[in-house]
Nanobody
């Protein structure tokens, strides 16, 4: 049974930083690409950042230069360091294993809420 548990969200002022974590179980973590997605109220879920099994990364244009995705295969955990946060980054953030660093593979976890205030 695959479990994805996101944590680290919270309320932060614009310009601040947060570090999200996602602990995965029930998968062979090290061979999977992993991604962070977000869903703002009234909007579709979108891919924010992805990291391959080998450590290559991709980012949405809206977060390039501000967000950094990383992984620790020894802990089956993927991270998202978010700096210079903007109000438009407000959303529920989810992680998932991916096919081709794009398509999510498993059911979504509960996500973690990120709220950026002006």
């Amino acid at each position: 049974q695959v479990q994805l548990v996101e944590s680290g969200g919270g309320l932060v002022q614009a310009g601040g930083s947060l570090r999200l974590s996602c602990a995965a179980s029930g998968i062979i973590f090290s061979i999977n690409a992993m991604g962070w997605y977000r869903q703002a109220p009234g909007k579709q879920r979108e891919l924010v950042a992805a990291i391959s099994s080998g450590g290559s990364t991709n980012y949405a244009d809206s977060v390039k230069g501000r967000f950094t995705i990383s992984r620790d295969n020894s802990k089956n955990t993927v991270f998202l360091q978010m700096n210079s946060l903007k109000p438009e980054d407000t959303a529920v953030y989810y992680c998932n294993a991916q096919r081709y660093m794009v398509a999510p593979l498993y059911n979504w976890g509960q996500g973690t809420q990120v709220t950026v205030s002006i």
